[in-house]
């Protein structure tokens, strides 16, 4: 009886001690997430996702004298990756770990 007494507790303690909750994929620790400088880790965005250029103020008269104003890549939000399944989803389908 003790014998299988020690056995039970071994086991319990065993299973106490070997859980392991599934932690979530965060953007924050992905390899692809960018932040500001003086901006939240909030409103990271993720660089494996870049926004399509719109035709902004400074970059319409490129055909003009054919210099590039808006040279810096933007990026999409990670929010807005992590809204869409065709980005990276809910459940982190790019995720890289860093």
Known sequence: MYLMNCILLFMLFTEIFSYNPIKPKLCRDCKFFTKGFLTSTKFGKCSLFPTEADEDEDNKYFLVDGI???NKPEYTFCSIAR???????????FYEKK
């Open 83 to 93: 809204k869409y399944e065709k980005r990276c989803g809910p459940e982190g389908k």
């Open 68 to 70: 590039n104003r808006n």
